[in-house]
Structure formats: C-alpha cells, structure tokens
C-alpha cells in the first residue's frame, strides 16, 4: 500500500517539473536562455574547505527551487502581467512574491573561472587549471555551465621568518612565534597568513600599542623553490611613531549621564574619586562604587583593547544604558599617556509596557493573554533590573475529544536581576568579560481548568545567572519554593482521582524546596555556521535537606510514614532532562534540524510519585505532532476506547522520557516556508502500575515501544510572528499488538475513516523546536 502511494508522489513531482519547466521557458524572449544552475567537478583529492570557497564565487544564484525540480517563483513571475506601477498588489505579486528569470547573459564564466583561480591561489594551488563549458538544454532554452578543476600541487611553507628584535614591538612579534598559526610543512594558505596577522595585532594592542593598525604588517613571500614557499612578516615602512609608541591609561573618568546632544556637559558635574577612576556628577542615581567596579580597565597600566573591549560589554549588559562608548584622548602634558572617557547615556529608568499575545502550547491548547509589566532599571541604586508583570489568559483545546476543555490562568511574578554576586561567602568569579547576577523571584498563579480544578500555587527562587563565555550559560537556584494546592475540584475531577490513586497523589496539597541547576551551549550565538548546535541539562533536587532534618529528629517507626513540615507533606525526588539540538544550514533557503531529548524522575523517601508539574508527557504540536498531547504511553498503555471519548482530561505521564525529531525546512515563497518531519518518542514509568499496564521501563523492549510518526508543514514567517500548520500521522503506535505496531499496509489517504482517526491538524505559534 505505501509504495502504491509513492509511486503516485514520484509520478506527481514528475509531472509537475515538466509541466512547471516548460511553462517557464515558454515565456523567454528570443534569444533568451535560462540559466539553471552549475556543476563543479574538482579533480583530485577532496578538500571540502576548498570546494565550499569554490562554491562561494559562482555567481549568479539561478532562480530557487522547491524540492529542487520546481521553480515556483520563477512561474508566479510569468504568470502576472508587467504591471503599469511599481506599487500595488500586482507589483507585489509579480516581483517579491515571484522571482524574475536569470538568463545566460547574466552569467560572465571567464571571470568565474578568474575568481576559482584566485581561491586556488589563495591556497597555494599556483598552477591551477580550470575550464568553464556551457551546456545547453531544451532546444538551447535552458542552459548550466559545467567547471571543471584541476589544482595541481599544493605548495607548503619551507621557513617562517619574522623580523629582527631591534625594538619593543619587535621583540613582542618574535616571543610570539612559537605560537603562529603558520607552521613549517603546512600548506600555504591566505587566510591561514591573514588569521596570523589578526593574532599579532591583538597582542600588540594588548599590549599597549594603542595606535598600531593591521596593516602595518606585511607578508612576503618567495615561491621560486620547487613546491614550497619561504614566508617573512614585515613591517611596513615609514610607520610614525605613534604608530611604534606604547601608551599608558593616565586617567579614567565616567560620566553616567552622558548627553548625546551636548557633549560638554560633563563641564558641569561634580566629581568623586574612586582610586581608579574619576566619578562625574556626584549625586547621580546611581551609587559610584557599583558602576566603577564595571570598568575593567586599569590606570596607571598600557592600553589594552581587550579590557577596552570588556568594559563596553559589560556596561552594554548591564541594562540602564541606551547607549555605551569610550573616548580615548592624548594627555597634552604627559607624552605617550591617554585619558580615558567612559560616556553613559542612560535609559528611562522606569517603564510601563502592555502586551497582547497569542499562544499555543504542545498539549493542544490556544488562546490569548494579556500582560502588564513594570520595570525599573535601578531599583536600588545599583543598576539592578526589576520587574513585576501581572497576565491574564484564557485558553481551550482544538481537538475533538476535548473541544469543551476551557481554561483560565491569571497570576502576577516579581523577578529582581543584581549585577554581582550576593552571597554569605566570598564567590571568586575569574571570567571578567560577563557579568554575573544574583536573581530573586516570586510569584502567584490561579489556574482554573473550568471543568475540572482550580490550582493554586506560589513560588520563590533565590539563585546566580553567569555566562562562561559566548556560548556557555549557567543558573543556579539552590532556594526553589514551591506551594501548590487543589483549591476547587469537580465531582467528574474527583471520580478521575479516586480511581487512579497515583494521579492523586501527584495532585496531593504539598510544597517542593529543592535545588535546581542549569548549562546551556549554544553555538548560534558565534557568527552563524553551516554546522550548529544547543546543548541544555537542567537538574534538580527537591526535599532531601528536609528528609535529613526529619530523620534526625524524629526517626521513622513506620515504613509507610510521611514527614510533614507545618502540617503539610513535602516532595522528595530528582530530576533531569538532557536536550540536544543540531541546525545544519544547507543553504539560505534550506535547513535540516535535529532535536533529542531524554529525562528522568525519581520520586523517592517521601514522595511515592513525582508531582504533577514536575512529570514527563509526550505528543503535540511541540513533541510528536501524529499523536495528540498527553495521549501516548506511559510505554504500551492505551487509554480505554470509553475513557478515550469520554474524558477530557488526559493524564498519560511517566517518570522518563526519550524522544527523536528530525525536520526538514525549506522556503517556498517569501513569508511562506514548508517542512516534512519525523518525529519518536515515549514516556514511561520506572515502578509497575496496575492501572497503566505496559507502561513499566525494561531495557529490552523500550526501542520496541517507540511511537513513530510523520508529516508536512506549511509555516507563515513574518519574522516577528510565526504561525505554524503541521499536519501528521502514525507510522508506528507502540499500544499495538507488536506485530502489528508499524502501519504502513493501513496508510489509506483517500479514505475519510483513516484521516479522522489518524491525520492530527497542529496548529501552534513558533517552530517546534
């Protein structure tokens, strides 16, 4: 039946490529050629650094595709008429919706020829060849260009000279040779030689030489020995001698608020001297000590543009700032000497802000809410950031089953961001470049599932937020309150309890203290790569410092005893979640995105089941979108078909959870983006239950209990807002007899019974992942 199916796909994409490309040339003028792309043959060994700079100067882009076969944009251009305006909606259409044709008049293959020379060049490939053949197609109204390259030999790197240690500068050039990127045996490569020059001119900067330049080194190379290069760095001649002078920080002033408008107003402020820097206007808002202790920058000691640098970062994160410079001038009486200028243009320091938004959630639920915050950038005088935000939203489920499940949530949290560490011990934190903070939390929450419950809840965190570098974030809250209670509850709510004692007591009056813990990489944040990845392992502890204290002072006499602290139960468990994600960005139109997740609960000494908040679900339309939020698992457990129609208030949970997606995402036309997916995954639990049977962890079945499913997307992408149609089905349901678990042979599109129990429309703001 599948291949039945596929067959019919592949015949569909055929047609339409033809049909679509024909179409297309039809329109061309005479003498008109489309171009449609090139081929590139390197001969040789492969290098795939090579291969992508190669790529990178074959110039132009032919009209994009889909799929690779269709050129829709190019079809939507020839379809609409030249409009009379360059405005209106038939403009729009035809010239950013669509896409004019690249013609071979376009494309100049002897300078793309000259330009894969100069990049084999670039890598010591001195005696490249490389031949540009047009081949045309269509009656000569299609046409590619066919490159092929030879690169010959590579020649590599015989002596690195640098120059003689005559003077300071010098020295500093030759102590940093051992360290060069050029090595003796590479091969030679510009950008390897360019890399190197950037490398010096940093320690040269650090170092004090404040108006020195890249530039002012130059490389010269001899390639007349056979296949290797002799390499010398030299300095350019004739440099000045501020060029060659090494300066020192005479001064360091910082004026908080600094006008952009009237520069001189600094003229006008009083002053407090803090030792290393010079504070202006004594009375400010802010307290001195806190914002010179920012300034990494050190008087009395050679420039340094690294600290430069790191001192503008810092006060940029800081917050109150709108804007962050510093101006460095010559001393007039000490030569060599410069005083340093730190100019803050401040923020408004308190803000009102209203926002209304939609949302979606995995479990199926979308709604709107509304939000009101206040933030005051310095809240004591400190540059710390409060904020206090105050929501109401209103909800309900798309799905059939529970197209009546309403739900409400208004609540109000109070977060408290303080620039520096704040502990009862000294906390040495080496890394300069980040700021690190101390954040207090606090909040309120009502939510009302109108058919069922209403929830109340209240939580308090005190904890560290701290970068590492770029790419490595931590948190730490070793305080993390949590109180929740089942204020109101429904007579159909208490019947879903009273036979399924596990989910009571996951839903028991109690309150959780633990310690929760935090890593994030996330190489997105360097310059963007073809290869990226996100790396976050949350952590938590709740309730043990409790269990020691209970244990000690009043020692259990019953296995079945539950330690109470001011009359109420508390948890005790741990937890983790392990989130992996990979981008590999084939082009700009085209990307392929991976994302696995596994987690772990262990509810233990006190606690009998993790509670509610802290479980595991699977399925929706941020999980596996062919199965609808908190229906699958736990492992092989189905819900009862009765129960399936009946309830509305799905509580398919475990204690670990493992789960696959794998999407491919491409453009179609301007805000309009596709996708097709993959995704697995399931929960289970870790102690048998006897009214889930089939959902127990075993080592030995657990890939045997993956539910499986597949589908396409349409994604509307205006930047600011994303909405999301992903449309999904099984291709494996682990509830199944296990020989009858993958569906392949059930896969029946054109019947409207298989699409109404199979097909799951998800509908949800944002990517999934």
Same mark, same amino acid.
């Given at each position: 039946?599948?291949?039945?199916?596929?067959?019919?796909?592949?015949?569909?994409?055929?047609?339409?490529?033809?049909?679509?490309?024909?179409?297309?040339?039809?329109?061309?003028?005479?003498?008109?050629?489309?171009?449609?792309? /090139?081929?590139?043959?390197?001969?040789?060994?492969?290098?795939?650094?090579?291969?992508?700079?190669?790529?990178?100067?074959?110039?132009?882009?032919?009209?994009?595709?889909?799929?690779?076969?269709?050129?829709?944009?190019?079809?939507?251009?020839?379809?609409?008429?030249?409009?009379?305006?360059?405005?209106?909606?038939?403009?729009?259409?035809?010239?950013?919706?669509?896409?004019? &044709?690249?013609?071979?008049?376009?494309?100049?293959?002897?300078?793309?020829?000259?330009?894969?020379?100069?990049?084999?060049?670039?890598?010591?490939?001195?005696?490249?060849?490389?031949?540009?053949?047009?081949?045309?197609?269509?009656?000569?109204?299609?046409?590619?260009?066919?490159?092929?390259?030879?690169?010959?030999?590579?020649?590599?790197?015989?002596?690195?000279?640098?120059? !003689?240690?005559?003077?300071?500068?010098?020295?500093?050039?030759?102590?940093?040779?051992?360290?060069?990127?050029?090595?003796? *045996?590479?091969?030679?490569?510009?950008?390897?030689?360019?890399?190197?020059?950037? %490398?010096?001119?940093?320690?040269?900067?650090?170092? *004090?030489?404040?108006?020195?330049?890249?530039?002012?080194?130059?490389?010269?190379?001899?390639?007349?020995?056979?296949?290797?290069?002799?390499?010398?760095?030299?300095?350019?001649?004739?440099?000045?001698?501020?060029?060659?002078?090494?300066?020192?920080?005479?001064?360091?002033?910082? !004026?908080?608020?600094?006008?952009?408008?009237? +520069?001189?107003?600094?003229?006008?402020?009083?002053?407090?001297?803090?030792?290393?820097?010079?504070?202006?206007?004594?009375?400010?808002?802010? %307290?001195?000590?806190?914002?010179?202790?920012?300034?990494?920058?050190?008087?009395?000691?050679?420039? !340094?543009?690294?600290? $430069?640098?790191?001192?503008?970062?810092?006060?940029?994160?800081?917050?109150?700032?709108?804007?962050?410079?510093?101006?460095?001038?010559?001393?007039?009486?000490?030569?060599?000497?410069?005083?340093? +200028?730190?100019?803050?243009?401040?923020?408004?320091?308190?803000?009102?802000?209203?926002?209304?938004?939609?949302?979606?959630?995995?479990?199926?639920?979308?709604?709107?809410?509304?939000?009101?915050?206040?933030?005051?950038?310095?809240?004591?005088?400190?540059?710390?950031?409060?904020?206090?935000?105050?929501?109401?939203?209103?909800?309900?489920?798309?799905?059939?089953?529970?197209?009546?499940?309403?739900?409400?949530?208004?609540?109000?949290?109070?977060?408290?961001?303080?620039?520096?560490?704040?502990?009862?011990?000294?906390?040495?934190?080496?890394?300069?470049?980040?700021? &690190?903070?101390?954040?207090?939390?606090?909040?309120?929450?009502?939510?009302?599932?109108?058919?069922?419950?209403?929830?109340?809840?209240?939580?308090?965190?005190?904890?560290?937020?701290?970068?590492?570098?770029?790419?490595?974030? $931590?948190?730490?809250?070793?305080?993390?309150?949590?109180? /929740? %209670?089942?204020?109101?509850?429904?007579?159909?709510?208490?019947?879903?309890?009273?036979?399924?004692?596990?989910?009571?007591?996951?839903?028991?009056?109690?309150?959780?203290?633990?310690?929760?813990?935090?890593?994030?990489?996330?190489?997105? @944040?360097?310059?963007?790569?073809?290869?990226?990845?996100?790396?976050?392992?949350?952590?938590?502890?709740?309730?043990?410092?409790?269990? @020691?204290?209970?244990?000690?002072?009043?020692?259990?006499?019953?296995?079945?005893?539950?330690?109470?602290?001011?009359?109420?139960?508390?948890?005790?468990?741990?937890?983790?979640?392990?989130?992996?994600?990979?981008?590999?960005?084939?082009?700009? $139109?085209?990307?392929?995105?991976?994302?696995?997740?596994?987690?772990?609960?262990?509810?233990?000494?006190?606690?009998?089941?993790?509670?509610?908040?802290?479980?595991?679900?699977?399925?929706?339309?941020?999980?596996?979108?062919?199965?609808?939020? %908190?229906?699958?698992?736990?492992?092989?457990?189905?819900?009862?078909?009765?129960?399936?129609?009946? +309830?509305?208030?799905?509580?398919?949970?475990?204690?670990?959870? @493992?789960? /696959?997606?794998?999407?491919?995402?491409?453009?179609?036309? #301007?805000?309009?983006?596709?996708?097709?997916?993959?995704?697995?995954?399931?929960?289970?639990?870790?102690?048998?239950?006897?009214?889930?049977?089939?959902?127990?962890?075993?080592?030995?079945?657990?890939?045997?209990?993956?539910?499986?499913?597949?589908?396409?997307?349409?994604?509307?992408?205006?930047?600011?807002?994303?909405?999301?149609?992903?449309?999904?089905? &099984?291709?494996?349901?682990?509830?199944?007899?296990?020989?009858?678990?993958?569906?392949?042979?059930?896969?029946?599109?054109?019947?409207?019974?298989?699409? #109404?129990?199979?097909?799951?429309?998800?509908?949800?703001?944002?990517?999934?992942?």
């Amino acid at each position: 039946m599948i291949n039945k199916y596929i067959s019919y796909i592949q015949i569909l994409l055929f047609v339409s490529f033809i049909l679509i490309g024909c179409s297309n040339t039809k329109y061309l003028k005479e003498g008109e050629v489309l171009y449609t792309g /090139a081929s590139i043959e390197i001969k040789g060994k492969k290098n795939e650094s090579i291969a992508n700079e190669i790529n990178e100067v074959i110039k132009p882009e032919p009209n994009s595709t889909a799929f690779g076969l269709l050129r829709i944009k190019l079809w939507i251009y020839n379809q609409i008429e030249e409009p009379k305006k360059k405005k209106g909606l038939r403009y729009n259409l035809k010239y950013k919706l669509g896409e004019a &044709p690249v013609l071979m008049n376009k494309v100049n293959v002897e300078r793309t020829v000259d330009l894969v020379n100069n990049r084999l060049v670039n890598n010591g490939y001195f005696s490249p060849k490389v031949i540009g053949e047009i081949q045309q197609k269509e009656k000569g109204k299609r046409a590619l260009v066919n490159y092929t390259v030879e690169k010959g030999k590579q020649y590599t790197i015989n002596e690195l000279t640098y120059p !003689n240690d005559t003077n300071r500068l010098e020295k500093l050039i030759n102590q940093e040779k051992e360290n060069s990127y050029v090595r003796s *045996g590479d091969g030679y490569n510009l950008n390897t030689l360019k890399k190197e020059r950037n %490398r010096l001119n940093s320690i040269l900067k650090d170092s *004090g030489y404040f108006y020195f330049a890249e530039d002012f080194l130059l490389w010269e190379i001899d390639s007349t020995l056979n296949g290797k290069v002799n390499i010398y760095l030299t300095l350019k001649e004739n440099l000045s001698k501020k060029a060659l002078a090494v300066y020192t920080l005479n001064s360091i002033s910082i !004026n908080p608020v600094y006008d952009l408008s009237d +520069s001189t107003n600094f003229n006008k402020l009083d002053s407090i001297d803090l030792g290393n820097v010079i504070y202006l206007e004594k009375d400010s808002l802010y %307290r001195p000590k806190i914002i010179g202790d920012i300034v990494t920058l050190k008087k009395g000691t050679f420039y !340094n543009r690294y600290l $430069h640098e790191q001192t503008l970062e810092r006060f940029s994160a800081l917050g109150p700032f709108k804007f962050v410079n510093i101006d460095f001038k010559e001393n007039r009486s000490l030569p060599n000497h410069l005083d340093a +200028s730190i100019n803050l243009t401040p923020l408004p320091k308190k803000s009102l802000r209203g926002e209304l938004s939609a949302t979606s959630k995995s479990n199926n639920f979308v709604g709107s809410s509304i939000e009101a915050s206040y933030t005051n950038r310095n809240f004591l005088r400190g540059a710390e950031l409060f904020q206090a935000n105050i929501n109401f939203g209103f909800e309900t489920q798309l799905i059939e089953a529970a197209k009546d499940l309403n739900s409400f949530d208004i609540g109000t949290d109070f977060e408290l961001s303080i620039p520096r560490f704040i502990a009862p011990f000294n906390i040495n934190f080496s890394n300069q470049q980040f700021l &690190p903070k101390t954040v207090i939390k606090a909040g309120y929450r009502i939510l009302n599932r109108v058919q069922f419950y209403q929830m109340n809840s209240i939580n308090a965190s005190i904890g560290y937020r701290w970068k590492q570098n770029t790419t490595l974030a $931590h948190q730490l809250f070793p305080l993390n309150f949590t109180y /929740a %209670r089942l204020a109101n509850s429904t007579d159909q709510f208490q019947e879903i309890l009273t036979v399924n004692p596990t989910l009571r007591r996951s839903f028991e009056e109690q309150f959780i203290l633990g310690t929760t813990y935090r890593i994030v990489y996330d190489s997105r @944040l360097k310059k963007v790569k073809k290869h990226n990845y996100y790396i976050s392992l949350n952590a938590e502890a709740a309730g043990n410092s409790f269990q @020691l204290g209970a244990q000690l002072i009043n020692p259990k006499t019953d296995a079945n005893q539950t330690y109470e602290v001011l009359g109420l139960p508390f948890s005790q468990y741990i937890r983790s979640e392990l989130e992996f994600k990979y981008q590999y960005t084939i082009d700009e $139109h085209n990307q392929i995105v991976g994302r696995i997740i596994s987690g772990a609960g262990l509810p233990f000494g006190n606690s009998s089941t993790l509670p509610y908040i802290k479980q595991f679900f699977i399925g929706g339309s941020n999980s596996i979108r062919a199965f609808q939020a %908190r229906t699958l698992g736990p492992g092989t457990y189905q819900l009862p078909e009765d129960k399936q129609r009946n +309830s509305l208030f799905l509580d398919q949970s475990g204690d670990l959870k @493992l789960e /696959a997606n794998l999407e491919y995402r491409f453009d179609l036309i #301007r805000i309009l983006k596709g996708a097709v997916f993959i995704d697995a995954g399931n929960v289970w639990l870790i102690s048998e239950d006897a009214l889930k049977s089939g959902g127990k962890f075993e080592t030995s079945q657990f890939i045997q209990e993956l539910a499986v499913g597949t589908g396409a997307g349409l994604r509307i992408d205006a930047s600011f807002f994303i909405l999301r149609f992903d449309l999904a089905f &099984p291709l494996r349901k682990p509830y199944l007899p296990i020989d009858e678990r993958w569906t392949f042979s059930d896969i029946n599109i054109g019947s409207k019974t298989w699409r #109404r129990d199979n097909m799951v429309l998800n509908i949800a703001i944002g990517y999934p992942f």
